[in-house]
Structures are given as structure tokens and as C-alpha cells.
């Protein structure tokens, strides 16, 4: 109802945002090239960051920037099964019919691996979102599986992401083996203040805005209390946007963010 009030085309502020209509932050440029560089040098590398900040968002984008000749990627939410799912889950997206036992698995596994590389010259690219939540015993299955090597190189790309107490136990002593193999680390910030209110209007342009909707006050209530955090800054978007619409207000002023602050508790 809110998009035809202030005549928009599209839903703005959507979860389903294409990675060629990305915000330009900073700091999502830069956990971008940070992913780049581990394209190139292959090995495991580490994106870390708080609730909505914007890890799932960049590690689909980086997937879309990879070419489907060169590289297969094999993308796993923690959040979505256990963990030999994920390992048969493996052994499949490898083409493989998977094993009954974890060891034999893992042996598929890291032949499959070696298989694709050398005969089909595609590098596989395994993208692990939400590790924050994994078991000890399946950072140190991680350790296990990815620990070979072919003519001294990696022959794959694996991306482990999570919130920031990831890094804090991958510190512990127990997780070296893994640690000490990770050559990237990128820790997305939230955006700056500067950087919400053009996030704010980035979006509505890309849903048809004609013109400007929220007050620049509005905008600055919205980065306060939203502290940087896309995800927050959406909720409250689309919150004041309701609530504009329903109050007929043409603008957005901080009184009506203010109303979206405290209906989404926030
Ligand atoms: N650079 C950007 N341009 C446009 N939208 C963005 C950008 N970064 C983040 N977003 C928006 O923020 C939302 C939240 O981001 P995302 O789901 O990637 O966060 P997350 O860090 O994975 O959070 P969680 O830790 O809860 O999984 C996305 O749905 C997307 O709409
Ligand atoms: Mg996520």
C-alpha cells in the first residue's frame, strides 16, 4: 500500500536486492576485494561481522562475480541441517554418490575435489555462512577435510563466515590447525553516518523514487538508532514508510521514524 502512496515501482529495502544493485559501501567494497584476493591466491579465508551487517549479501555477490566455467560453488548455511548433510551435501555438489562412513566421505570428498580440478580445471569454492554456530568437532572435521595439498598449491577456495565470537574461538588453541591455514580475514563494519542516508536513498531510487521521501532529520533519527546496521536501517525504512502512508504524510519527518522505532522495538 505504501508503494503506490509514494509512488514506487518496487518493493525498496527488499531482502532479495541483486548484487548488480548493491549499496557501494565501504566496507562491502572491501570484503569484496578481500574475496577477490582469495580468488586469486586460493586457500581459506575468514568474513566476519555482526547480525546484519551484510556477510550473506557479499558472499552473494562474490558468488555472482564468479564465472560458472572457471568455479563451482557450493554454498552451506549452518543454520539449515547437521552436519553430514552437509558433508553428503559435499560429496554431491563434487558429483559424487556419498559414502555410508565419515571417513570413507571425507575420502570422497577430497578426491572429488582433486577430480574437478584436474580433469574438469574448475576450481570448487565452499561458502560456510553462519559458523559461528558450528561444534567444535566440525571446525576440527574442517581442519581435516580441506588439509591437502595438491603441487603445493590449493587446489580450492573455502569461506568461512560468521559473527565476530567466530574469530574468538577459532583463537583457541584447539582450532591452530585451521587457524594457521587462513590467509584472509575481512571484519565488515556497519556503515557510517554518511553512508545510512545514502543507503537510504540508493535504495528508493533503485525502487522508483521521484523524489526525495525522508527529511534529512528523519534520516539522521534512522542512523542513531540504526548505529549503521543495514538490516536495522531496512526494518526502520520500511517500518516509516508504513506509517507515512497510513498518516498521509508525503515526507517522512523523525516524528514518524519515531513511531517506527518504537513499533519495531528497535
Ligand atoms: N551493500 C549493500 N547494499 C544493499 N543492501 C545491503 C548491503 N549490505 C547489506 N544489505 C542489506 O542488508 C540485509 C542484511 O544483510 P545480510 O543478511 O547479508 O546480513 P548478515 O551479516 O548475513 O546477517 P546475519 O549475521 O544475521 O546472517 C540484506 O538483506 C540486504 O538487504
Ligand atoms: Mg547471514
Known sequence: MYKSFYSLAQTPFSKEIRPLDAFPATDYKGALNALKYLEKSKGIGLLIGEPGVGKTFTLRSFKESLSPSLYQVIYFPLSTGGVMDFYRGLAYGLGEEPKFRKVDLFRQIQRGIERIVEERRITPVFILDEM??????????????????????????????????????????????????????????????EEV?????????????????????????????????????????????LFGSQLNKEQIDEEIVRLAIEDSKL
Open 132 to 193: 559461528h554456530m558450528a561444534k567444535d568437532a566440525f571446525l576440527q572435521d574442517i581442519a581435516l577435510l580441506f588439509n591437502f595439498q595438491m603441487d603445493s598449491t590449493n587446489p580450492f577456495i573455502l569461506v568461512l563466515s560468521g559473527l565476530p565470537h567466530l574469530k574468538t574461538r577459532l583463537a583457541l588453541n584447539h582450532h591452530r590447525p585451521l587457524t594457521q591455514r587462513i590467509i584472509m580475514k575481512y571484519e565488515i563494519q556497519p556503515l557510517t553516518k
Open 197 to 241: 542516508s545514502n543507503y537510504i536513498d540508493h535504495h528508493l531510487k533503485i525502487a522508483g523514487a521521484k523524489m526525495p521521501i525522508f527529511t534529512e532529520a528523519a534520516k539522521e533519527a534512522i542512523t542513531l538508532r540504526s548505529q549503521g546496521w543495514p538490516r536495522v536501517i531496512n526494518t526502520l525504512t520500511i517500518n516509516s514508510l
